[in-house]
């Protein structure tokens, strides 16, 4: 399948490359291109007006052009520049000064179907980040992580720190239930992603628990991870009504816009640029040295009324954080040309990203290609492709929980073998796992599009377009016999192998025209038909014959099974969009989609969408006064999306055929879901009333924004009485609101003698309440919970009042405010209450970059307001897991005689868990510097382009970060506990030039 | 743009509403299911596969009773840890929370099954298939299967059948409809759950005796002879002596079976040969060693979580080769009848014929008739003796004897617990004791006999009462 489509796509690319050259020559113009402060700029784009011939100019500001006898004008663009188009009167030398523009309002925005759009033509709420902004020189393993403190209300985050999984994006908060218990099942939360108008695949959305395919047995990947960030032009945020209505039944948690870089008219540039970085952990929890350990140990076993002489002795001291770490190096290289004729522009990149991980064996390497080509047949017709290719392997050795085991057991036996005796008899060696397993994920991703437009008439203009998106993911994991990992199987081999593709069909047409002298109006309208499939594969053998047979057919044929699975799923839309305004003053759209899906059965297979907004440029207006505003706008709109990401079949009542049911040799059937026809669409009710204000030539530009976002009909899982032989259903039921305020500063100044200054300040604050569930449901083991009138994100534990100085017992405050050592009281479901908020209130982030003449440098920082965690509660167990897990050094302070004061309880092997308990809760509120760099341009004069135009540039990530909790010295605190995972700071320097 | 135009033609020819109706492939509908011979067979098939779940015979219907009774203890060595140690830490000590997961899922796995064979029992016979004889056995078997899972609930819920004079004290829920999903229901007593489940044990009867529908081990199947098997162990658990008798009596009618020698008892176990099984569960198709590689004998490198107590191994006579049903390893004791292999989990015992004797034997004691009683307790011994000492007292004698040999015989199959619970006996485990375990005695009556229902049942069930004591 991927060999298939990349030749396809290749052959594609390959005739029309041919097809595409055709050269004619004339004359030649020449020139320099300043700024107003006469500095020479580098980079401006110089075109022909009639040809299209192009070129740019080089780091002295100079150009040279071809262009055909009649050429008549040269158009020079340059971004933060005004666009100038010079007559050529028979000259062949011409001189240009640009001037600073107000830019960002004619800067076009991606919007979602009707094609780039100019700011103030804008409704809808849609941020915008370019490449530039997004600043890649920083080790970027997937997308997802540029936008963090980049967009006001976006979060993001990363869950763990091994490379390449799932990333958690937010758009304006949890936009759909939790799934506050284990058992649930609740809509997708992620946004949607779409590649040059492809979607992607999200990988949280299929729902495969119970059966061998849930992630129990596998590991999901992030998709986001396969594209290059090189490669990434624009990555537009869509996030009120207006904007996303039209994506319809997915997009109720904004949806994300991403488009690649294409080629652009005129002479051949090639651009090359390496980063290489080396990372360290920062932040590391502290945990007990073996001497301490073995202290506590004994100290533990003595309070429990056991022989203390079984914690061992302190003689070996092995520190298992430096056998399975290592100093992480990441490299990521990047080529690519573009360049093209007015019939044809292209763009091939090739990227190389290898990250050697701090976790030994979790490394990963990607391998990126990207062609885009757009064809010119005529004026009218013109053909766009695109084909990005990437394929990316990973090593997926967990060897994490190593780093917590007891310091004084040693990883070798006495003759220099692993250690598998004792304490590696019941639980795998993480050296020997090291040796001899193997777990590694090959990743293919290929996205294709080609898109045929013919502009028929200014107010008809038809396309057809198609995508495709693969997504091939093999896991093959080897867990070896020689250690505990394998042994109670033999040696066991699992592959999986998942292949989801996807492909999209649309048909559109649009145009715009105007009515009488002020009255404009555009409109988009079409269809889409897209098509998902996903096949899954597992194959298991075990009892292999010795540890060097490692493939499925080497085990007897007994010992082998496998399953398989095809999940399809189908979706027809129909959509429209329709925008008007009088005078570029007022502005007005309405838009519409009716998605129909094959995931849900009965009657609510088809749903509606709709939104409508207005907006007032009301600086346009003549009676405006103050000439410093320079630009002004009020925009809202209102409408509803929805959510159909439950996975495939999730409504209907089902008994599940599996091999895993099989019995006496027959396959068995068990009933696998509740029924529930009425299951249907979740709806996103959206509101947004935003302001953009420009000042001084739009040097200064705010927007500020008001959202108001209600969940109805939210999907959720119900428990149901026990007695019926099901957990629970899913239900449509219960509503949620997000509303929130979200602000954005930024500022493009500039003083003569080449100084630039650039600034992005955004902040934004996000609030949630259950507005209605048909019940209340509180986990036990996760403190989150959905309760009407709470923040979704609220989470419900266990006040903790330290412990009795008289007996070392822990103490618990309940709801009423009275202390109590009764843990059965303090744990019990009523008493549950409110301790913290696991989302933030307020994020934000501040950019800012300065250039002056050769150099460049920028400061990156994030923050974020009203968060709090829950600690692991493995660290801090008071003797009740020391006899296998190392513990953190907090422990230190227990309790050892009465009169002490400390939060530690007396240590014994029978204490509890203090799971959600406000002892292992902590604030999270950091404010973080994510990045700083600092670019050079060392052969400015050089007479070679390649060394001319080399940049470079050092970059810190994750410089510091500080945490409005302290840790005590000697102990760990938030800044300790706070990823379960450490994060890691990167150093990495970068190269880049182009000719 | 070929591509393209292809498939334009391809949707618009294709039309709707075909495109968005996707099959599913690894599943069936309700409808389906309950609609047609074959596919109600596979759901047949499901329900004895769910037997073996880890919350039913695949574990806890092992561990708890075995542990409760004391002849499997966690392991003395305190440090060692696992999942499975913490799992049942609390329940051992009879300090069960009510909150722990895995204790908590028995309720609804049982409860899963009794859904899944009412669905089954209800719909089974109106599916008009000339196929009638499999249609009656899986009736049958739902029927079968229905009335051990209530039995099971009964004993882990629910105090002895003679808690009470007239059994009116708490049991489950019964329904013997399927239950709606939001449908909430009230515990029954234990005589009502016990009149059910002698109810549908009853009706199973006729609808198994039809031809044999099951191909491969019979054994692995509820068959004739089966309801009656279980019918001896019901009765017996409720006093009615007679009936348990007769019930016994008829079951080794209908079941094909051979009693041991003491030459083949041991390899009866290793050798999984189950000769004189009535029923076993197949766990074949389990890709994991299960209990065998908790306590089972013959893992060099083991997890030493569980282990056998040295009371259980010191009960057998030093000839009772049922003493060679124990690997003693550097002093911890491992079961031969779990033997450890790699990847397999070996069947585990549903009834056997040594129990009916028993059963019988205990009746006709408690009746007075001794002259069976020695007959029948000799069958059983010469199994594994070849001169087995019998008493030759009085009725009592006998009693006190029986439950001895039952607790040897039946060991590690999960009876002892519900036997001493049946017979009103109290607790007492030394092993317990010297691994510095609380709460290893308990006296009867004990609230502590029983477990409570779990939390999570009664937040959605508010017409469940917890058991007394929790």
């Known amino acids: 399948m991927i060999m298939r489509s990349i030749f396809l796509w290749y052959c594609l690319s390959l005739f029309l490359l041919i097809g595409g050259q055709k050269v004619s020559a004339q004359k030649f113009i020449q020139g320099f291109v300043v700024d107003e402060s006469g500095e020479r ?149 992620q946004p949607l992603y779409v590649v040059d108008g492809v979607p992607l695949y999200d990988v949280e959305e299929l729902n495969a628990t119970n059966t061998v395919f849930s992630d129990v047995a596998r590991q999901r990947l992030n998709p986001l991870a396969m594209l290059n960030a090189e490669d990434i032009e624009t990555i537009t945020v869509l996030k009120d009504a207006a904007a996303t209505a039209i994506y319809g039944a997915n997009a109720s948690n904004g949806v994300i816009l991403i488009t690649t870089k294409k080629g652009r008219q005129g002479k051949q540039q090639i651009q090359f640029s390496t980063t290489q970085g080396v990372s360290s952990f920062i932040n590391d929890v502290q945990l007990l040295d073996s001497r301490s350990y073995v202290n506590l140990y004994r100290e533990t076993l003595f309070n429990s009324g056991l022989d203390p002489s079984l914690a061992g002795s302190a003689d070996v001291n092995t520190d298992w954080r430096a056998l399975v770490r290592q100093n992480g190096w990441n490299s990521n290289t990047n080529l690519s040309f573009s360049g093209g004729s007015e019939q044809m522009t292209y763009r091939l990149s090739l990227g190389h990203f290898y990250l050697r991980s701090i976790g030994k064996r979790n490394d990963m390497q990607r391998y990126t290609a990207n062609l885009s080509l757009t064809q010119k047949f005529s004026e009218r017709i013109q053909l766009e492709s695109g084909l990005i290719f990437a394929r990316m392997n990973k090593e997926a050795i967990n060897t994490f929980t190593a780093q917590g085991f007891p310091p004084n057991i040693s990883p070798f036996a006495a003759d220099g073998s692993f250690n598998n005796e004792g304490f590696f008899a019941t639980r795998p060696n993480p050296l020997a796992v090291l040796d001899q397993n193997e777990n590694e994920h090959r990743n293919y991703d290929v996205t294709g599009r080609s898109r045929l437009l013919i502009r028929l008439f200014p107010f008809l203009h038809l396309s057809s377009s198609i995508g495709i998106n693969l997504y091939s993911n093999r896991q093959r994991q080897f867990d070896s016999a020689l250690n505990g990992s394998g042994r109670n199987r033999n040696g066991f081999l699992r592959i999986n192998d998942v292949q989801n593709f996807r492909w999209i069909w649309r048909a559109k047409a649009q145009g715009s025209g105007k009515i009488a002298e002020n009255h404009h109006w555009n409109y988009v309208a079409g269809t889409e038909v897209q098509n998902r499939t996903n096949e899954r594969l597992q194959t298991r053998a075990s009892n292999f014959l010795f540890d060097g047979l490692r493939e499925i057919d080497f085990a007897a044929n007994e010992d082998i099974s496998g399953a398989s699975r095809t999940f399809r799923d189908a979706l027809v839309s129909y959509f429209g969009d329709l925008s008007y305004n009088y005078d570029y003053r007022y502005y007005g759209s309405i838009s519409w989609r009716q998605d129909a899906s094959s995931l849900f059965g009965g009657d609510v297979q088809r749903a509606q969408f709709a939104a409508v907004g207005a907006s007032w440029v009301f600086t346009e207006e003549s009676f405006f006064p103050w000439d410093k505003l320079t630009y002004g706008k009020i925009r809202s709109s209102f409408g509803s999306t929805g959510n159909a990401r439950i996975g495939s079949y999730a409504a209907s009542g089902t008994y599940g055929l599996s091999t895993a049911n099989q019995y006496g ?218 006899s296998f897990l190392n513990q953190s050094v907090n422990q230190l302070d227990r309790w050892q005689q009465p009169g002490d004061i400390t939060y530690v309880p007396r240590l ?64 760990n605190g938030p800044a300790e506990f706070r990823y379960n995972f450490p994060r890691q700071r990167t150093y990495s320097f970068t190269l880049k030039t182009q000719i | ?379 059983v011994l010469l199994q594994s003796q070849n001169d087995p000492a019998l008493p030759s007292g009085s009725a009592s004698e006998w009693l006190t004897f029986i439950a001895e040999e039952r607790a040897k015989e039946l060991a590690l199959e999960g009876m002892a617990f519900w036997d001493i619970r049946r017979r009103q006996e109290d607790v007492v485990r030394n092993a317990c004791e010297s691994s510095g375990f609380e709460n290893c005695s308990q006296t009867y009556p004990s609230d502590r006999y029983v477990l409570p229902i779990p939390q999570e049942a009664i937040i959605v069930n508010p017409l469940l009462e917890q058991n007394p004591g929790y």
């Open chain 1, 41 to 189: 700029l580098i980079g401006v784009n110089v075109i022909g007006v009639k040809s299209g011939n192009g070129t740019i100019t080089e780091v002295d500001g100079s150009y040279r052009i071809k262009l055909p006898e009649s050429e008549i004008g040269l158009v020079f663009s340059y971004i933060g520049m005004q666009r100038r188009v010079v007559d050529i009167d028979d000259r062949d030398t011409i001189n240009v000064t640009l001037n600073e523009s107000t830019t960002e309002m004619k800067e076009v925005v991606v919007t979602a179907y009707s094609g780039p759009k100019e700011h103030r033509e804008l409704v809808g709420s849609y941020s915008q980040a370019t490449n530039e902004e997004l600043e890649t020189l920083r080790p970027i393993e997937s997308l997802d992580q540029m936008l963090e403190g980049k967009v006001a209300g976006v979060q993001v985050e990363s869950t763990g720190g091994e490379p390449g999984l799932p990333v958690k994006v937010r758009i304006r908060g949890q936009g759909s239930f939790i799934n506050a218990l284990s058992s649930d099942v609740s809509a997708s939360a």
């Open chain 1, 665 to 882: 040799g027959v396959l068995g059937a068990q009933p696998r879901t509740a029924p529930n026809p009425g299951l249907g669409w979740e709806s996103n009710y959206k509101f947004n009333l935003g302001l953009d204000l420009g000042f001084l030539d739009d040097k200064y530009r705010l927007t500020l924004e008001y959202y108001r976002n209600t969940v109805r009909d939210a999907i959720t899982t119900i428990e149901v009485p026990r007695e019926s032989g099901f957990d629970n259903v899913i239900i449509n039921g219960g509503s949620m609101r997000n509303w929130g305020y979200e602000a954005s500063f930024n500022v493009r100044g500039q003083s003569g003698r080449g100084f630039r200054w650039r600034m992005n300040f955004n902040l934004a604050l996000n609030r949630n309440r259950v507005l209605e569930i048909p019940i209340e449901r509180v986990s036990q083991a996760s403190a989150q919970g959905i309760v009407e009138g709470q923040d979704i994100n609220t989470l419900y534990g266990v006040k903790y009042a330290g412990v009795d100085p008289y007996n070392g017992q822990p103490l618990y405050e309940l709801p009423n405010g009275s202390i109590t050592d009764n843990r059965n009281e303090a744990y019990a479901l009523e008493n549950r209450q409110p301790i913290g908020r696991s989302a933030p209130l307020v994020t934000g982030g501040w950019t800012t970059s300065v250039q002056w003449k050769k150099w460049t440098a920028s400061v990156f920082l994030n923050f974020s307001q009203g968060q709090d965690f829950l600690m692991s509660e493995f660290y801090s167990s008071d003797g009740r897991q020391i």
């Open chain 1, 908 to 971: 014994n092997v029978n204490n509890p868990f203090h799971r959600t308990s406000t002892r292992l809760l902590f604030s999270g509120d950091f404010i973080e510097i994510n990045n700083i760099s600092l670019g050079y341009q060392p052969f400015s004069k050089s007479p070679f382009p390649a060394l001319r135009n080399l940049r470079c540039s050092l970059a810190i990530n994750r410089l510091g970060i500080w945490y409005a909790q302290k840790s005590k010295a000697d102990r």
């Open chain 2, 1 to 379: 743009m070929k591509q393209t135009l292809i498939l334009c033609l391809v949707v618009f020819s294709w039309g709707c509403q075909d495109f968005l109706s996707v099959e599913i492939d690894d599943q069936l509908s309700n409808e389906d299911i309950l609609s047609d011979a074959n596919n109600a067979n596979l759901a047949a098939v499901g329900l004895y596969n769910h037997l073996g779940d880890n919350s039913l015979y695949g574990e806890f219907l092992i561990m708890y009773p075995e542990l409760m009774a004391g002849h499997l203890q966690p392991s003395p060595d305190r440090s060692i840890t696992t999942n499975l140690i913490d799992a049942y830490a609390n329940t051992y000590q009879f300090m069960t929370q009510l909150d722990e997961s895995r204790i908590s899922d028995v309720y609804e796995v049982n409860y899963e099954g009794i859904m899944s064979a009412s669905r089954l029992i209800e719909a089974v016979p109106e599916i008009e298939d000339s196929r009638s004889n499999l249609l009656r056995a899986i009736e049958g078997e739902a029927r079968v299967i229905r009335a051990l899972l209530y039995f099971q609930l009964l004993q882990i819920y629910g105090q002895d059948y003679n808690y009470t004079p007239s059994a009116s004290h708490l049991a489950v829920p019964y329904y013997d409809q399927p239950l709606g999903v939001f449908e909430r229901l009230p515990r029954a007593s234990v005589g009502e759950v016990y009149n059910q489940i002698i109810e549908d044990l009853q009706t199973a009867r006729p609808l198994l005796n039809g031809a044999n529908v099951r191909a491969g081990n019979p054994k692995y199947w509820a068959r004739p002879g089966i309801p009656e098997a279980l019918l001896s162990r019901v009765y017996l658990f409720q006093g009615r002596w007679q009936l348990a008798i007769d019930a016994g009596a008829e079951a080794r009618n209908l079941l094909s079976f051979d009693l041991l020698t003491p030459d083949s008892y041991v390899e009866n176990w290793t050798e999984s040969r189950y000769a004189e099984a009535l029923w076993v569960l197949d766990q074949s198709y389990r890709q994991a060693t299960g209990l065998n590689a908790v306590f089972g004998s013959g893992d060099s490198a083991r997890a030493q979580t569980f282990i056998v107590t040295q009371e259980l191994f010191d009960s057998y006579a030093q000839d009772d080769e049922r003493r060679q049903l124990y690997e003693v390893s550097e002093s911890l004791i491992f079961s031969r009848k779990y033997p450890f292999e790699p990847n397999t989990t070996q069947p585990k015992l549903i009834i056997r014929a040594s129990e009916v004797l028993l059963n019988q034997a205990e009746a006709y004691a408690q009746l007075g008739q001794l002259t069976e009683v020695e007959n029948l307790m000799r069958e």
